[in-house]
């Protein structure tokens, strides 16, 4: 994957110029060299897999308009050799969302990146609360995360259905969401000060940049840590179980960083 190919697929996400450095900036102090250009190929390999995705909806649609069968009456049987109505068997229910879902729910390919895809979902969602602070606008900014919050719920709950686990690993979506709820103590922090929500350049500036791994790090540390109550929370059912616990575990990340903001 080139320069132009990296540049392209985040700019799909609403970044550019100096928000694009700094993030990459993050990533190699993070992961180092070598894990860098994996994450690049693996939202470059989600992005495939919903095109992909789009042609078998289609294909799925093409095909409910062909002809039914004629099926042989020894179908028409039952085990008593009794004949019932000679219709042909109900055709499954085509699961075209299928993919759609887990493309979103593994956060569009980062979930299947090894090792620790939950710290590769982490890294997006610090692409999303770039996305969300660009907007200029705390209302945007924390009605964005109050959005997102039952869409992973949704998304993570059918994620769950298609590939039949309790809390699959590669499902990242809820540390997506979790990320810009990490910064909102210091997001207000900020809007208290200058009266407005201070801008992606300001978080990935030189200044900022070791804040922002700071709190990286204290997510990940208390997501798999999972003090109480965030390990209980995981009983909750469906995507409830998921997400929730993230959100707790956020929650931990303001009450630490918000003493030394102040």
Known sequence: ?????????????????????????????????????????????????????????????????????????????????????????????????DPLVLWIAQGFGAGRLKPGPGTWGSVVGLVWFAILVQTGSLWSFFGSILISIPFSVWVCGLAEKVLRQKDPGSVVMDEIIAIPLCFSAWVLNQFHATGQVPSASYFF???????????????????????????????????WGVTVDDLLAALYVNLVSLPILT
């Open 205 to 239: 500036s030189e200044n900022h940049w070791l804040g922002v791994i700071g709190i990286f790090a204290a997510f990940r540390l208390f997501d798999i840590w999972k003090p109480w109550p965030v390990r209980q929370s995981q009983s909750l059912p469906g995507g």
């Open 1 to 97: 994957m080139n320069v132009t190919e990296i540049t392209a697929t985040l700019a799909m996400l609403g970044l550019s110029g100096a928000e694009l450095i700094m993030i990459s900036v993050v990533l190699l102090v993070l992961f180092g060299a070598n894990y860098f250009p994996p994450f690049f190929m693996g939202l470059k390999r989600g992005i495939n897999e919903f095109r992909k995705a789009g042609k078998d909806i289609n294909d799925s649609i093409e095909a409910g308009t062909r002809p039914p069968l004629i099926w042989p009456v020894a179908d028409a049987l039952t085990h008593t050799n009794q004949t019932v109505e000679c219709d042909p068997p109900p055709e499954p229910e085509v699961e075209w969302s």
